[in-house]
């Protein structure tokens, strides 16, 4: 009631006594309640003084602290607008063993920091490092006024109750803030982390930041933070903002003005307790849990050093010199293309050649591969050699019989989806014509091209339809997959995820890497110009079925568009998935890289058998099956085949299986069957072929490839299960080329010893391509990164850029690859042009 009439008449003298009785009554009470919480803490008596001392900078104060002392530090310092000045609190304690850390409180105008003495820093598994040596730099506030005093106190505290003596020393850091280009060598350990600071210049928008060290380990950490008090500058928290990397000798870090509002941050090196993230051995356990364990000595050397990046000039040179060079060989084709059309045009008028007429005089058909001595000696002509014609000679060639041109020449305007490759096999009489084709000592292409034509085109139509729908569900969760994993490394700042060439990563918008995936552009041109290139073919081939041309129905190689078409489908989705993968590349991701580099051998391996063996080759889901099998066991390898002897055992026999299986397949052109009898009859082919009396084989030049080929397959597998290389996919993918090519050079060694010849243009394709993939594999194996290592080992591999300031080792790889995987596959869409006057009856199959 009195409190209400002094609210109400709050003017009148007669109710301030009533007042000040009323607050001197409440003061007591609470003193009261004080004391009574004091003693009941066991505090009454114990009186705590605080000491305030006026401090200087860069002198030592010797001092002691117990529990009933505190001591504060005053300090002051002018700071201006246009200028940093670093401040640094080092302080050290002598005793060996304490009874409680000393804490250590550095209160400023718009910060606060604080730390104990011994500083306890943790490790792997709850390790703890104690260090009695600890070294703070100061976060100074940004100031508006051009010049301003201001101060800082650090307060000195500790509950234990025996005497500790310490050291204390605040100093101003020389050099705080950074230059442009200028090197800066500096000390650092776990307690004693360094940061400074750099403020971008003027027309300087992006710049990179590189640590060096001569020194592997200790394991380190560069982190670059906006300017922001608290500086997170230890290792338990250096990942809490900003971007960061762990290193050992090298570190870098592109930083770009946009995401850093006030133009300027902070360079952070931080020294890890242990080694472990940079693959360091690791440290023992400790007996007992809270066992405090020595650090030793952990100070590492570094060096620091901003320069500016590469500005939009360089970016923009970067993109047109990459569409230059594939474009150019857009230009090229269309010049060769026509050059051979007007030479084909002149060539018609020179030598017409009669409609009725055969291409070629007919003559005995040889008994040997090697009874010419050539076949076409201007691809236009053949053997003089008397043969007799084909309609008379069905007992040489068993069963074939020539078709007559209304039966080959009908129209191809016949719907196709009336005609299954079936039909024409399951007759008893033709699978026993097969037994018979097909186990002759010496094969032509007539007699594994005895398929009716639209029944072949329909089967290798599938491989592209396949691999195009293949590609878009492979294609689009890896595009998901790569946005989100760019998404975390920006947003967490994490640049341990991705293992890129930070020396030479120029970011764009928000990639990371841009000049990486940009070089991927000639996998994705040239795919599309080697698709243009076999439409052109396939249309004029096309043209000639429909005029009933001769040299098109009964001569060359068939001819077969559909593994082509799926070739450089193949070649422009390794480009696409190759750009993905340098988005973040990783190791979980590395078969974005691969998958379609293993689709690419296959395909080629399969269109060299086809060329003369059109009858037989795999169809699509078998082969699409085989390569589903093989990226299945890439994914095993890379998740689970680290250092796992089982894993290697289970999949060298696999390997070896496969090859033995493969080559029985190829030596018998299919006509065998795996069934229960099959170790019956290998013991029986044994047994009177190399034990009742010794015979040699029967097809040697088969024999002679596959011997080749299981030697190298064997020796590969046991490589594998001896070595156990960590990079799985790689080893696998070297299998698969390691394959191709003894195929490749086996075809081409077999096509010269048989009398035919190789055209210019092939046999240039065949040159700039042999030298082309040589320089491609000298700068493939500079390895700029690899993530078979720990992040901060990979970083050691990482060079400056090479070409253009934009462009390194492994971009100049991806512009060489492509353009000789184009190369390739030019070499094998052509390599048979001098057999397209050539009747298939006098083409062998090898």
């Known amino acids: 009631m009195v409190l209400r009439t002094c609210w109400k008449s709050r003017h009148k003298s007669s109710c301030e006594p009533a007042a000040r009785w009323i607050r001197l009554a409440l003061a007591a009470l609470f003193w009261l309640c004080a004391t009574q919480l004091a003693s009941g803490n066991g505090m009454v008596g114990e009186t705590k003084f605080v000491v305030h001392k006026d401090a200087e900078f860069d002198v030592t104060y010797n001092d002691t602290v117990t529990s009933v002392n505190q001591t504060v530090y005053a300090f002051n310092h002018t700071i201006s607008w246009n200028k940093t000045e670093g401040v640094r609190v080092t302080v050290d304690v002598m005793q060996q063993h304490l009874e409680s850390p000393i804490l250590f409180v550095v209160r400023q105008k718009q910060a606060v920091m604080s730390f104990q003495v011994p500083l306890i820093l943790r490790g792997l598994y709850q390790r703890k490092y104690p260090y009695k ?182 970016y923009v040179m970067g993109m047109l010199f990459c569409l230059g060079i594939f474009l150019s060989f857009y230009l090229l084709t269309l010049l060769v293309a026509c050059l051979d059309n007007r030479r084909m045009k002149k060539r018609r008028e020179l030598f017409q050649v009669p409609a009725d007429t055969s291409p070629a005089e007919t003559g005995k058909t040889p008994t040997s591969p090697y009874e010419y001595g050539s076949f076409a000696d201007n691809g236009s002509t053949l053997s003089s050699e008397a043969v007799t014609d084909s309609a008379t000679s069905t007992d040489n060639n068993y069963g074939y019989m020539e078709r007559s041109l209304d039966s080959v020449g009908r129209s191809r305007q016949e719907s196709l989806s009336s005609v299954e490759e079936d039909d024409y096999d399951i007759l008893d009489d033709i699978n026993s014509d097969k037994n018979i084709v097909r186990t002759k000592k010496y094969l032509c292409v007539s007699d594994l091209a005895r398929k009716d034509k639209r029944v072949l085109s329909k089967k290798y139509q599938i491989y592209f339809w396949n691999i195009a729908t293949i590609a878009v569900f492979y294609a689009l969760p890896v595009i998901q997959l790569v946005i989100t994993y760019q998404t975390v490394v920006n947003v967490t700042g994490n640049q341990d995820i991705c293992y890129y060439n930070f020396l030479c990563a120029h970011p764009l918008g928000a990639l990371s890497a841009f000049n990486n995936i940009l070089s991927n552009l000639g996998y994705v041109m040239l795919g599309l110009l080697f698709l243009l290139i076999v439409l052109q073919r396939d249309i004029v081939h096309n043209r000639a079925l429909v005029r009933n041309d001769l040299s098109a129905l009964e001569c060359g190689i068939p001819k077969h568009f559909g593994l082509f078409y799926a070739m450089g489908t193949a070649l422009m989705m390794e480009g696409l998935l190759s750009a993905c993968y340098h988005v973040c590349p990783n190791y979980t991701n590395f078969q974005f890289d691969t998958s379609f580099m293993y689709m690419i051998a296959g395909l ?73 009898g099959i170790l019956r009859r290998i013991v029986y082919v044994i047994y009177t072929d190399c034990i009742r009396q010794c015979s040699g084989p029967m097809y040697i030049d088969r024999m002679v490839l596959l011997v080749m080929g299981n030697i190298v397959n064997w020796s590969l597998a046991a490589y594998g299960l001896i070595e156990r290389p960590n990079d799985f996919a790689s080893y696998l993918l070297a299998i698969a080329i390691c394959n191709l090519l003894l195929y490749f050079a086996f075809y081409i060694i077999m096509k010269l010893r048989s009398g035919e010849r190789i055209k210019c243009l092939p046999l240039v394709c065949i040159l700039f391509t042999a030298v082309v993939w040589g320089f491609a594999l000298y700068f493939f194996f500079q390895g700029l990164s690899t993530w078979q290592k720990t992040p901060a080992e990979s970083r050691e591999h990482n060079r400056d850029c090479i070409l253009l300031s934009f462009f390194d080792d492994h971009d100049i790889w991806h512009f060489l690859s492509s353009i000789a995987m184009f190369g390739s596959f030019l070499v094998l869409l052509t390599m048979d042009d001098d057999l397209d006057t050539v009747q298939r009856d006098k083409i062998f199959v090898f």
């Open 133 to 314: 040596h600890v070294g703070r730099t100061l976060c100074q506030p940004p100031t508006r006024a051009a010049s301003e005093t201001q101060y800082f106190y650090v307060d000195v505290s500790t509950l234990s109750s025996q005497v500790t003596n310490y050291q204390l020393r605040v100093s101003r850091v020389e050099s705080f803030t950074l230059q442009t280009n200028k090197i800066f060598s500096f000390t650092a350990s776990p307690s004693q982390p360094q940061y400074f600071k750099y403020v971008f210049p003027d027309g300087v928008d992006t710049v990179i930041v590189k640590v060096n060290s001569d020194m592997n380990f200790p394991c380190s950490v560069m982190s670059v933070q906006d300017i922001q008090c608290p500086v997170y500058d230890l290792d338990n928290n250096v990942a809490f903002i900003g971007m960061y990397q762990t290193m050992t000798k090298k570190g870098a870090i592109t930083v770009q003005r946009k995401d850093f509002p006030s133009n300027s941050f902070y360079v952070v090196v931080v020294v890890k307790t242990e080694d472990e993230a940079c693959g360091g051995p690791l440290r023992f356990y400790p007996l007992r849990p809270d066992e405090l364990i020595d650090a030793g000595n952990r100070t590492k050397v570094l060096d620091v050093m901003v320069s500016p990046a590469i500005n939009s000039e360089k």
């Open 604 to 676: 080629c391996m399969l269109k060299l058998y086809q060329k003369r063996h059109p009858d037989i080759n795999a169809s699509a889901y078998t082969a699409y099956a085989c390569l589903a099998a093989v990226i299945f066991f890439s994914v095993l390898g890379v998740v689970f085949g680290r250092g796992n002897m089982v894993f290697w055992i289970v999949f060298s026999v696999i390997h070896i299986l496969a090859t033995l299986l493969l080559s029985t397949q190829l030596y018998y052109m299919g006509r065998w069957r795996l069934n229960a």
